[in-house]
């Protein structure tokens, strides 16, 4: 059973930043890509970023070049850099593990990120 817990959050003026963090527990964190979603009061749950067991990342292009995600596989956390905030990045984030290779099946509580105008 794979534990997520997301930190981070917060509140920010828009232009600023916050970097988010995911610690994983209870499976073996290397072998598993991960990703960010986000979701907004009244909105759907959408994909932010993803990163692979390699290293090798994408990204929404709503968040391409002011966002970054990135893992240290030797603390099991997984990091979600974001710059130049916008109003319309206001959610709460996830973090998630895909460990069957099938989808994401492993789901953190979520982090509040709400940023002022």
């Known amino acids: 059973q794979v534990q997520l817990v997301e930190s981070g959050g917060g509140l920010v003026q828009a232009g600023g930043s916050l970097r988010l963090s995911c610690a994983a527990s209870?499976?073996?964190?290397?072998?598993?890509?991960m990703a960010w979603f986000r979701q907004a009061p009244g909105k759907e749950r959408e994909f932010v970023a993803a990163?692979?067991?390699?290293?090798?990342?994408g990204y929404a292009n709503s968040v391409k070049g002011r966002f970054t995600i990135s893992r240290i596989n030797a603390e099991n956390a997984l990091y979600l850099q974001m710059n130049s905030l916008k109003p319309e990045d206001t959610a709460v984030y996830y973090c998630?593990?895909?460990?069957?290779?099938?989808?994401?099946?492993?789901w953190g509580q979520g982090t509040q990120v709400t940023v002022s105008s």
């Open positions: 998630a593990a895909n460990t069957k290779r099938r989808e994401y099946d492993y």
């Open positions: 209870g499976g073996t964190f290397s072998m598993y890509p």
């Open positions: 990163i692979n067991t390699n290293g090798g990342t």
